[in-house]
């Protein structure tokens, strides 16, 4: 295991898999989000306008509808389908929600790759949230997902993501130009990926067993 590298994260116990936890972390948890969460996530955004502006375009610039309709991508079975996945990210101290942890461009054999997305509220970074969640989506992809590649897109400004992703054990492959439209202007992303064999000393690939190849052939077991 890196030395960086959070502790190993938890599956969810039979309870906890049947509230929707997907992962538990030492400080948070992954989930899918329920009904019930619209309100809270809602204000969640509301409040984190400003502070998503430079990094979420239509997530900080979206009115009362736009938010809306992106908290029903979160419910299942929309935000488990078409190659993403999407989960509320949660302190484990009161289980308040505190941002969104993602897994998109899922791809089969013999790719096995995918895109990591995820963002905090205003008001909860530089507590170690994120670290500990992206830990927790990593485990996740690598051990469940049985995933090879797992890259995330990053503002060059972003200097808060990029020490994540970088202590966390990601390499910069280079810099994908002009890759989302920001307030107008079309900005270049770096690249960052980490391995399946680079993940906790390589502990958690699975990249060589037989079901990997044959995941052409049998459809992906969903969590839950």
């Given at each position: 295991m890196e030395a960086n590298a959070p502790p190993l994260t938890a599956k969810p116990s039979a309870q906890q898999h049947a509230d929707g936890v997907v992962r538990v972390g030492a400080r948070t948890l992954l989930r899918f989000a329920r009904q019930d969460d619209g309100p809270a996530f809602l204000d969640l955004l509301a409040r984190s306008r400003e502070h998503l502006t430079p990094w979420m375009p239509r997530t900080a610039r979206s009115g009362e509808r736009g938010t809306a309709n992106r908290f029903a991508r979160m419910l299942r079975p929309t935000s488990d389908s078409g190659g993403r996945l999407r989960l509320l990210v949660c302190a484990r101290d009161d289980q308040r929600i505190v941002g969104v942890a993602s897994l998109s461009?899922?791809?089969?054999?013999?790719?096995?790759?995918?895109?990591?997305?995820?963002?905090?509220?205003?008001?909860?970074?530089?507590?170690g949230l994120?670290?500990?969640?992206?830990?927790?989506?990593?485990d996740h992809a690598f051990e469940e997902r049985r995933l090879h590649r797992v890259a995330a897109n990053i503002l060059p400004a972003n200097r808060r993501s990029r020490a994540l992703v970088s202590a966390l054990g990601f390499t910069r492959?280079?810099?994908?130009?002009g890759l989302v439209e920001i307030d107008g202007?079309?900005?270049?992303?770096?690249?960052?990926?980490?391995?399946?064999?680079?993940?906790?000393?390589?502990?958690?690939?699975?990249?060589?067993?037989?079901?990997?190849?044959?995941?052409?052939?049998?459809?992906?077991?969903?969590a839950r």
């Amino acid at each position: 295991m890196e030395a960086n590298a959070p502790p190993l994260t938890a599956k969810p116990s039979a309870q906890q898999h049947a509230d929707g936890v997907v992962r538990v972390g030492a400080r948070t948890l992954l989930r899918f989000a329920r009904q019930d969460d619209g309100p809270a996530f809602l204000d969640l955004l509301a409040r984190s306008r400003e502070h998503l502006t430079p990094w979420m375009p239509r997530t900080a610039r979206s009115g009362e509808r736009g938010t809306a309709n992106r908290f029903a991508r979160m419910l299942r079975p929309t935000s488990d389908s078409g190659g993403r996945l999407r989960l509320l990210v949660c302190a484990r101290d009161d289980q308040r929600i505190v941002g969104v942890a993602s897994l998109s461009a899922i791809a089969d054999w013999p790719n096995l790759d995918c895109h990591a997305g995820y963002w905090l509220g205003a008001g909860e970074t530089g507590k170690g949230l994120m670290r500990d969640a992206l830990a927790a989506l990593l485990d996740h992809a690598f051990e469940e997902r049985r995933l090879h590649r797992v890259a995330a897109n990053i503002l060059p400004a972003n200097r808060r993501s990029r020490a994540l992703v970088s202590a966390l054990g990601f390499t910069r492959e280079g810099v994908a130009r002009g890759l989302v439209e920001i307030d107008g202007t079309w900005r270049d992303h770096e690249v960052w990926s980490i391995l399946s064999t680079d993940w906790r000393g390589g502990a958690l690939d699975r990249t060589s067993e037989p079901e990997a190849r044959a995941r052409t052939r049998t459809p992906r077991s969903r969590a839950r």
